[in-house]
């Protein structure tokens, strides 16, 4: 079964820095490429980063473009999500996901962590 944690959610000033992480668990985490979607308040979830299961292809929301960068360690089974320049747009609470195979194809998401609050203040 598989299991993701996200951790490293927070209260930050517009213009700041937070970086969350994402730890999985229950299968081989490099065959999988993971992502990162976000929800705010009335919205639905929306994709914010991909990443292939090797890490050499990324992708991005355009908003987040610049700001954010997605990453991974195949050793630590772990995905994360640097977030900079921070707007008050971007508070949501964040999602980390895995999808069904090696590349981030839209509607394959096959689990989801818990989520975890990031508040930005203007």
Request: net charge positive; hydrophobic share 35%; proline share 2%.
């Amino acid at each position: 079964q598989v299991q993701l944690v996200e951790s490293g959610g927070g209260l930050v000033q517009a213009g700041g820095s937070l970086k969350l992480s994402c730890a999985a668990s229950g299968r081989t985490f490099s065959n999988y490429a993971m992502g990162w979607f976000r929800q705010a308040p009335g919205e639905d979830r929306k994709f914010v980063a991909g990443i292939s299961g090797s890490g050499r292809d990324t992708s991005y929301v355009d908003s987040v473009e610049g700001r954010f960068t997605i990453s991974r360690d195949n050793a630590k089974n772990t995905a994360y999500l640097q977030m900079n320049s921070l707007k008050p747009e971007d508070t949501a609470v964040y999602y980390c996901a895995q999808y069904a195979g090696l590349v981030y194809i839209r509607n394959t998401v096959t689990s989801w962590g818990q989520g975890t609050q990031v508040t930005v203040s203007s």
